[in-house]
């Protein structure tokens, strides 16, 4: 590092200002450590990563802002490769949206309250950990930390130099949010032709300027031509005009690093490869991990321990925390991904036909799906379509 550098030290150095670094920065400054967050990207909460939804209880059960709420999700229409619609709806809300860029500054604004110092536009070029501490170079200031947090996102070059692994699996995804003359509620829609090994949505948006929609997709192939299809599936029924501005892609992890510590160091959220096996949502489950970590972190700085052997504690609370959870989802995604479009539309008209429904209604919940999936797997009539695919 060259001497002529400014220099900036702090307890803890946090990469990425989204929602897991920010709420891990806030707990640990509450505490009284000295957090310095630096996010690459000069506006905090742009571009936006993600369809930008939480379960209503998360705001409880995490303290989130409710500031960036927009509107609320009651109905959700599910549609099978040849058209098969089966509609789910609750008297209380499914989920919350969100404005995302607004969440994220309002992480910022709480973070920032309680004594974050947050650098925007600060792109971490080199990180290394040493006996001594964590040292690392952003924009133009070389950071001494005892202890590093990772909540960058998708990204793993550091997760693969310091040997901790990467994901298990990936898809891709394609967004945008495009203005709308209705919204008729969430539509999934599922089959090879439309999202392989994934889905495509429309997610209803109520601003205060009027009505929106986000089109999305996730697949493990042709991810901009999923979402062309999808656009063209829904364009008239929601009332879009397509200004042919491309969508928004990214890379989805869906599944956990090998390990989330090292000397030094925590791995959190999407960094961490901390997202659900079956939807790919990630911002509670960040958010949980977050707050894992910064409950460790906090030990360890109290105790002047950053040994690996000290910072193992994160990874074993958060894999009692989620381990089970993650355990049921990856095995329906086993076998869902395996079912022809034939077979998907079989286990829609069996959904139709034969009080799946009353299942879903007693056992879903929108951050916990082992629950539904122990229960569709003990049904006889779903076992036979999903595990004669596997089988098969």
């Given at each position: ?34 957090v310095l967050v630096c996010e690459e990207h000069a506006t905090i909460g742009d571009p936006v ?154 997610v209803p948006v109520v601003r205060p300027d009027g009505l929106y929609v986000r089109v999305g ?176």
């Open positions: 590092m060259s001497p002529l550098m400014a220099t900036r030290s702090a307890d803890v150095l946090i990469v990425g200002a989204g929602p897991a670094g920010l709420y891990a920065a806030e707990r640990l400054a509450r505490a009284g450590a000295h990563h993600c369809t930008g939804i939480l379960a209503a209880d998360s705001f409880q059960a995490l303290d989130l802002p409710d500031s960036a709420t927009l509107n609320t999700l009651t109905v959700a229409r599910f549609v099978s490769p040849s058209g098969v619609t089966v509609s789910y709806g609750t008297d209380a809300p499914l989920a919350t949206v969100i404005d995302r860029p607004q969440f994220d500054r309002a992480l910022a604004s709480r973070a920032r309250a309680a004594g974050t110092v947050i650098e925007t536009g600060a792109r971490v070029v080199t990180f290394e950990t040493g006996r001594n501490g964590v040292t690392a170079i952003a924009g133009d200031q070389q950071i001494r930390a005892r202890l590093g947090i990772l909540a960058c996102g998708a990204h793993y070059s550091v997760q693969r130099r310091f040997g901790l692994g990467l994901p298990t699996a990936y898809l891709q995804t394609a967004q945008r949010e495009l203005a709308a003359r209705q919204t008729p509620g969430v539509e999934l829609h599922f089959g090879r032709g439309v999202a392989p090994d994934g889905f495509a949505w429309a997709v996730m697949a493990s192939a042709d991810v901009l031509g999923g979402y062309a299809r999808m656009l063209a599936r829904v364009a008239d029924r929601w009332g879009i005009v397509d200004d042919g501005v491309p969508p928004r892609q990214k890379i989805l992890p869906l599944g956990s690093i090998d390990r989330t510590y090292a000397d030094r160091l925590l791995v959190i959220g999407d960094a961490a490869g901390l997202v659900k096996p079956t939807t790919g949502g990630g911002i509670h489950y960040s958010m949980v991990s977050a707050a894992l970590a910064a409950d460790v972190a906090v030990d360890a700085l109290a105790r002047d321990r950053f040994d690996a052997a000290t910072l193992a504690a994160y990874e074993t609370a958060w894999r009692r925390a989620l381990v089970d959870e993650f355990a049921s989802q990856r095995a329906l995604r086993h076998v869902v991904t395996r079912l022809s479009d034939a077979e998907l539309d079989d286990l829609f008209e069996l959904a139709r036909t034969d009080g799946i429904i009353p299942i879903v209604r007693a056992t879903a919940r929108f951050n916990q799906h082992r629950g539904l999936i122990r229960a569709l797997f003990r049904h006889p009539p779903v076992r036979r379509i999903l595990f004669g695919a596997a089988i098969g």
